[in-house]
């Protein structure tokens, strides 16, 4: 700084000497100093408001850098004793100063727009090229000789010196050529001619003299300019230093606040100590109060004093110091760093010095408390098996604590190194952890202040293997990637983690059931919502809000529609409000009002409304009143419930129920009054006169409905319970009930709940005695009926069979004779079928197993010659009934196949085996649709000589084969042939069984 203003104060006294010689120059021109001094404040504005210490002097104009009035004057006095023309021009052609400008130029020249372009011109273009320090000569467009000097400031050409305007003394003007542009240009000659006379006749020698004043001015005014532009630039620099000095030193100040740092000087040769503002209240000594050693020495801690009394000394000698100790300010202890730095002279004597000192109490309670914090730690480490460990990645430096050598089972006492570690890793991680340190090694330079976190197993020395978690911070220091962090023992967590990972398959399904059922329960409660949504639209509940402080009323849209209002209309007041109750409930509604304002608790009741178009509905209401602090009433609101149609239900329910009791008194059908724990509360008469008890039975809890019902029946009352329960009602059903005297009456029973534990509930019991004989009756016609078709059928399949057997004694050809003997076999097939089911109970269903022993035997007799020999076997399912759809196709498959047996399969053999196999799949019964379904397999085998593979029953031409085919198609059925060892057909079909009323109707009865 100081150098800078040494600067600033050269600058004026080169300025000072400039003007000396300006003055000098121009001594007899005194009337321009004191332009100058009149212009000086004016110009100084000028300059500051036009230069800052950042702009250069190329960018300058002229009229920015003079002072245009100051030039002004003094151009004046130096026309007025030597008659030149002078100006000042920028390099635009501007004009900042004239004097002595001829009349020619200024009536004329510069009055034309065309001479006027060539003056403009003469100026700007003819005048270039000048060097600095020289001039220019030369005619002007408009004939006349001017004269130029160029102004440079700091090597920028910004403007010219003019003079001209003039003649030679020692030449004549061309007046033909000035009467000729007089004339071209408009001008009047005479005019003109005349300002031509005034021009000045200048002899060259003037001209010389002048030019040289010229050059020195064009000269001196920059000089002059750039000073002043220097003076003004070093001037705001100035400013600005001392602006920026007396914030660095407020900041100083703060910096020394904020960082608890205060300072101090010595000067020796004045005797004198100074102390920064900080450092007064580090110490705790006001400003004001003499700063002597002794001062400060007494606020040192006594057990430090002599410590820091040897080292201030020694840095009166000239020695540096940089202690810690405590003082004592105010009855506190305080920790300060105090740092000197004596200054010596040349000679090495003392002769001041600069120190600080800083408050580091809360850095040393800092410490204390780290320390306590480490020890902390390592007994935390020790109990809880944490070791710690630093790893310089680069200079392959590791260091352990203890329990990180007891975590890796290594010898504390052996320098551990990262191979020497990686042995311990377990062989089957011992890549991957490789490969991840690389990967975090990498990210860690990359990304400096990273953590990375790795888990391994490791072999210890004693043999077992341990799960270590190790989690590291990585960092960048002295260009060298250091890792530090902790590694524990998780082997009980990972054996957790193996066992929770067992049981997560089964709390995966547990958590996939808990979900459907919570989606469930989701969807029930949406639908809950919906419905209380709808019941809520459905009730017909208005709303109403009274603010008795401000008189408002506000009414819900419902409660508009209740009373017939639209919400167009305001609220109604308490007085239009009860306009509308009935004249004959106003009374009860208004005082049920009042003494709710009274405090009681609640207000309501049922009342009736009349609308504006005379209808009257019935409304249900309540109302509370809510009061201040001061039990003021304040507010009330309230809800309004249209019941009308309610009312009108309770209407239609009593008579409905007077209905039902006389439909209860009648004996048209038996009613009581029943519990599901088998009582009968109550009943009318006919039940009693149904059940053959009396009312004093009745009433003596002698009738039971679970108990007059015969055993058989009560999988049906079950059943019945169960909907009841669910839906509450059943379906009617049949049954029947024990009467007193012991016999037994069929009925028709309904029933339905009416609580809400679906516990108790009425039953409606019809007797359909006189139903159940017509139905009997009818059951025995239709099995008399089918008996007398299926015996007719019989007999004529046995005149059939006979006919064929008459038929075939005609003819002598065996094949002829035996293909009778075939189809009269099949007849009599299909006659056994007739046969069973007329000796049946009239159903439509046989015995499957009866008809196929029976039709065995009879193709046995058939072929008796042919099969003496032969074994029958047959291994038949029980209880397997067929209709005839299913019974007559099995029966001519059975035959064919027998017979083909008996036939061929046992050619020049005196004996084998034929066996006939009918059973159910297993699981291969199933419900659908109401039907019973179960699949059978039938198998017919013997061990003959086979059927030869090249044959294939497909194309064989053998009809029995091709009706054994057909007729397992028509079944929906599967034909399956094997030739190991003989022959075997297996045919797996399905049946569906039918209920036949009839049978059913007849074992009912029965």
Sequence with gaps: MRKRIAELEKANQELRAENMALNRDISKHKRAEEGLCKSEHHFRLKLEDNLSPTRKAENLELAEIIDIQAVQSIMDDFYKFAHITMALLDLKGNVLIGVGWQEICTEFHRVHPETCRHCVESDTKLSTGVLPGEFKLYRCKNNMWDIVTPIIVAGQHIGNIFSGQFFFDDELPDYELFLSQARKYGFNEEEYIAALEKVPRLSRETVENSMSFFMKLANMLPQLSHSNIKLAQSLEERDILVDKLEKNSEDFDRAQAVGNIGSWRLNVCKNELTWSDENHRIFGIQKGIPLTYETFLSTVHPDDREYVDKESKAGLKGKPYDIEHRIVVDGKIKWVREKAYPELDKNGALIGGFGITQDITERKQAEDALRVREERLRRMSHAGRIGLYEWNADRELIHFSREAYELYGCDPKSPITYEKWLERVHPDDRKMVERDIAKAHKNARNTPDISARFEFRVMHVNGTVLWLEAMSTYYLEGGDLIARGAVRDITERKRAEEALMRAHDTLEEKVKERTAELEKAYNSLKESERSLAEAQSLAHIGNWDWNLVTGEVHWSGELYRIFGRTPQEFAATYDEFLSYVHSEDRDLVDTALKKAFNGEPSAGGDYRIVLANGEERNVHTYAEVIFDEKNSPIRIKGTVQDITERIKADKALRESEARLRRFYESSIIGVFYYNLDGSITDSNDKLLEIIGYTREDLQAGLIKWDKITPPEYRHLDECATAELRATGVNTPY?????????????????????????????????????????????????????????????????????????????????????????????????????????????????????????????????????????????????????????????????????????????????????????????????????????????????????IPEIIDIEDIDSLGLQLVTSLVDQLDGELELKRNKGTEFIIRFTVTGKSNQASALQQSIE
């Design 734 to 946: 049949e049954k029947e009930y024990f009467r007193k005297d012991g016999s037994r009456i069929p009925i028709i029973i309904g029933s339905a709940t009416f609580d809400q534990e679906r516990n108790e509930g009425i039953a409606f019991v019809l007797d359909i005695t006189e139903r159940k004989k017509a139905e009997k009756a009818l059951v025995n016609l239709e099995i008399t009926r089918k008996k007398e078709i299926h015996h007719r059928i019989k007999n004529n399949l046995q005149v059939i069979s006979s006919l064929l057997d008459l038929q075939a004694d005609k003819f002598d050809n065996p094949k002829v004779i035996e293909a009778f003997h075939e189809s009269q076999n099949r007849v009599i097939s299909m006659a056994l079928i007739h046969e069973e089911l007329y000796k049946g109970e009239g159903t439509d269903t046989l015995d499957f197993s009866e008809y196929l022993q029976e039709l065995a035997e009879n193709l046995f007799q058939t072929y008796s010659l042919n099969s003496k020999n032969i074994q029958l076997n047959i291994d038949l399912e029980e209880n397997t009934f067929f209709d005839m759809d299913v019974a007559v196709p099995l029966g001519i498959i059975v035959n064919e196949l027998v017979s083909n047996s008996l036939k061929h399969a046992f050619p020049g053999r005196d004996k084998g085996e034929i066996q006939i196999e009918l059973r159910r799949e297993e699981k291969g019964e199933y419900k659908k649709e109401g039907s019973k379904i179960t699949n059978f397999i039938l198998t017919v085998s013997d061990n003959g000589v086979g």
